[in-house]
């Protein structure tokens, strides 16, 4: 080939790897994924994604590009059942052959176990013989063993994949990367809410919940995360008016939806992020960002004024306990505590259904991850989870970057939902995200303590090699 060519091929590389490694890369992916949902195109939108997937999984080393991919291929389903038809199953094939392909050509020079090694192979455990002491737990058994498989060994996987994966090239901001990549699956995904609620005949009164890969619980703490993601991005690129529009979009669909929970951590958590945010934030953009606030506060009380005299104390109160006394968790948490009672070693098991409690044709929900353990994994589920969340608050708790503390904060705020709703158990999208920020914050602490270790790579971008080979 000659050196024209070389440079053309060279050109275009170069410029494919700023897009890949930009924040528009993550916003193009999070909008194709929406796309497809909204015009039912879940095949085609699952096969263009994992046909990058693959290209990347070939050409690169880095699997950060992976990332954008990875947080928004679920946005595209809206159909579960269609995952295991068979032109599916040819796609994970291809996706499988790619990777395979990766590992052979660029093999781990060395492979780190991590922080949450021990922790998930606990976590594995306890799953997996959750029940077994108790015959109904047992007669269930079969009915947990893909909720065991993907809350702990595929957990796992994705915790070692990216954990050894992640080394982009120099002077790449991974963390504000996966902010981007996770804030934009969650606004599309507030999108994609938006886009069911107007289908809805009448708007807004027929009680639709369901995206088909989650509800809108699922996205209220995609949300959870997101925020303080977004409050980070405002230090790492002083663009205070556009991502607090941003927040203030994710929690108005979130109240819209009636996503109650996450809203009402997301609102008492704010005070906190704004104050954090402040003092961290370069002094040129400290007087945009104030001024945006007051803004908001002021929006937000004229607002609430209004609100009140048009309605009444009385009947916005009376909706306040209508919604917090109609969901029936106090009695999913009873139930919980009296199946651990029975059940206090290996609980009843992560399969277990009844026909008297909640979701009667499926596993029962227990609607918090406390109770939702206790009861079926019993101690040793207790033990695994509590080693886990050490671990986490370890590696959260061990640097002294602004990307620790607002990682920190993500994860408070998550399991604060995490009180009310079972969102350990929800790997993709929620787990993944947290994982996500985890891996960076480890990843982060260990390369300030020793270079060899894997988070920046120092060779040139990988897709100029590769160009200038042909």
Not at 81 to 91: D, F, K
Not at 277 to 301: D, E, G, P
């Amino acid at each position: 080939m000659n050196s024209i060519t070389q440079k053309k091929l060279g050109g275009i590389f170069t410029a494919l790897n700023g897009f890949l490694y930009s924040g528009y890369y993550p916003v193009c992916v999070a909008a194709w994924a929406f796309i497809c949902f909204a015009f039912n195109l879940q095949t085609l939108g699952l096969f263009v994604l994992i046909a990058i997937g693959g290209t990347i999984f070939v050409l690169y080393e880095d699997l950060t590009p992976i990332i954008p991919l990875f947080t928004c291929c679920v946005l595209t389903i809206n159909d579960f059942p269609m995952l295991t038809s068979a032109p599916y199953i040819v796609m994970y094939g291809i996706l499988a052959g790619c990777i395979v392909y990766h590992f052979i050509v660029y093999p781990f020079k060395t492979f780190y176990l991590g922080k949450l090694f021990f922790p998930l192979c606990l976590v594995s455990a306890a799953l997996f013989l959750s029940g077994l002491l108790s015959p109904m737990g047992r007669n269930n058994y079969a009915n947990g063993l893909l909720v065991a498989i993907a809350t702990g060994p595929l957990m796992l996987i994705i915790y070692l994949l990216f954990l050894n994966g992640i080394k982009p090239p120099q002077n790449t901001d991974v963390g504000k990367y996966i902010c981007y990549s996770i804030l934009s699956a969650t606004v599309f995904a507030c999108f994609e809410i938006l886009f069911i609620r107007v289908e809805a005949d009448p708007f807004f009164f027929i009680w639709v919940r369901s995206l088909g890969w989650g509800n809108f619980n699922t996205a209220g703490a995609m949300t959870l995360i997101s925020v303080p993601a977004c409050f980070y991005l405002i230090i790492k690129t002083g663009k205070s008016a556009s991502f607090l529009a941003v927040i203030i979009f994710m929690i108005l669909t979130d109240i819209l939806c009636r996503s109650d929970g996450s809203a009402g951590i997301t609102l008492f958590s704010s005070p906190f992020l704004v104050v954090f945010t402040f003092m961290h934030l370069n002094k040129k953009y400290r007087k945009q960002f104030a001024i945006c606030i007051f803004s908001i506060v002021f929006a937000l009380c004229a607002i609430g004024i209004y609100v009140l005299h048009a309605i009444g104390a009385e009947e916005i109160l009376t909706f306040m306990q209508s919604a917090t006394n109609s969901n029936g968790r106090w009695q999913l948490y009873e139930h919980a505590i009296s199946l651990f009672k029975s059940n206090p070693v290996l609980g009843i098991g992560v399969g277990f259904t009844d026909e008297s409690v909640y979701f009667p044709d499926g596993v029962v929900n227990f609607h918090s991850t406390i109770f939702h353990v206790a009861a079926t994994m019993g101690c040793l589920g207790i033990i695994a989870y509590a080693v886990y969340y050490f671990f986490r608050f370890k590696i959260l708790l061990g640097g002294k970057t602004v990307l620790n503390s607002f990682a920190y904060l993500s994860f408070i705020m998550f399991e604060a939902y995490g009180l009310i709703d079972v969102c350990e158990f929800n790997i993709i999208p929620l787990m993944s995200f947290m994982t996500l920020l985890i891996v960076c914050v480890e990843l982060t602490n260990l390369k300030a303590e020793d270079d060899c270790l894997p988070l920046f790579n120092d060779s040139e971008l990988y897709l100029n090699h590769f160009a200038f080979s042909l």
